[in-house]
């Protein structure tokens, strides 16, 4: 009876194992994510360079912020 | 530090125009049937209704990578989900896993043909050479590679849907909170945000705010206006 728990308990664990969790941040090498060839965003028009291609997010993403906007406005029609 | 791509929508400003869904339709020359993004609107017609929109929202544990059969997902090193096409064999498993229905399906083949998952990329296109023809016709235009952001998000006429980085626009979003005085309706400030290091937000949650009229229709959705 032990014996046939042991290995119904065996066979749960090989089972269980069997699930894959697929690895969901791959890391980018040789021009592929996990076997899906994709270029960095800065490849295609900037050189390679991360940090300029970062700054012009970061540019065009503080745009979104209109409040700066407003206030300069306002303090021009002062 | 690797950007963190997200989008957030400020339902307090979303008009339900729908301008969003149509910029992103005519960006990526999506078929008919596909919508990368739509609106949603809570409580339709009721006064105090909300509208928010909706499309993939770039989850950094995603159930569509964790459900897909044949692998075809994959997180960019911007935070990205993106999927290949030439992988993907239409299975619809993403669509069920999927809680904001981002998976979209042409169908334009005999027999219920799904076709390929099409879905919102953040404007950063798929697995092929970056600014060409090809990807394009896959995946759409990238223009993360061009160094701007998705253009649902750019065009947006009341600045409601923000997207970018997402430490830069949840610090937008916590301003403009703090600036009016109360938190989203349709979902907890208290839950995502902390109070803020100028104080409490004077209302949150289901209370009435402070520039609100107390008994007018406007502050009960169930109250119509006579």
């Not at chain 2, 998705?150 to 703090?178: F, H, M, W």
Request: with cysteine.
């Amino acid at each position: 009876m032990k014996r046939a728990a042991a290995f119904a308990l065996a066979c749960a664990c090989l089972l269980l194992a069997g699930c894959l969790e697929v690895e969901q941040h791959p890391l980018w090498r040789h021009g592929k994510y996990n076997g899906k060839p994709d270029n960095l965003p800065q490849q295609a028009l900037y050189h390679g360079d991360r940090m300029a291609w970062m700054s012009t997010i970061q540019n065009r993403n503080w745009l979104q912020d209109e409040y700066p906007r407003t206030e300069n406005r306002g303090a021009q029609n002062e | 530090m690797p950007v963190r791509m997200k989008f957030i929508c400020d339902t307090e400003r979303c008009i339900d125009c729908n301008g969003c869904v149509t910029a992103c339709k005519n960006e990526h020359e999506t078929p008919w049937g596909v919508n990368r993004r739509r609106t949603v609107t809570i409580n339709d017609g009721v006064p105090g209704e909300h509208s928010i929109s909706v499309a993939c929202m770039h989850c950094t544990d995603a159930p569509c990578m964790a459900v897909c059969p044949v692998d075809c997902f994959y997180h960019t090193e911007d935070g990205v989900v993106l999927h290949d096409k030439d992988m993907c064999i239409g299975c619809g498993y993403c669509f069920y896993a999927c809680p904001f229905g981002a998976p979209q399906f042409p169908a334009t083949g005999a027999f219920n043909h799904r076709g390929k998952m099409d879905k919102c990329t953040f404007c950063n296109a798929g697995p092929e050479q970056d600014e060409t023809q090809e990807e394009f016709r896959k995946y759409g235009r990238n223009r993360l590679a061009e160094g701007k952001l998705p253009v649902c998000a750019e065009q947006c006429a009341t600045k409601s849907l923000l997207g970018g980085d997402a430490n830069l626009i949840a610090q937008i979003y916590k301003e403009r909170v703090e600036t009016r005085g109360y938190g989203p309706e349709l979902w907890g400030w208290n839950i995502a945000y902390d109070a803020g290091k100028h104080g409490r937000i004077a209302n949150t949650g289901e209370g009435p705010r402070r520039n609100q009229v107390p008994n007018a229709s406007q502050n009960d959705p169930r109250k119509l206006p006579t």
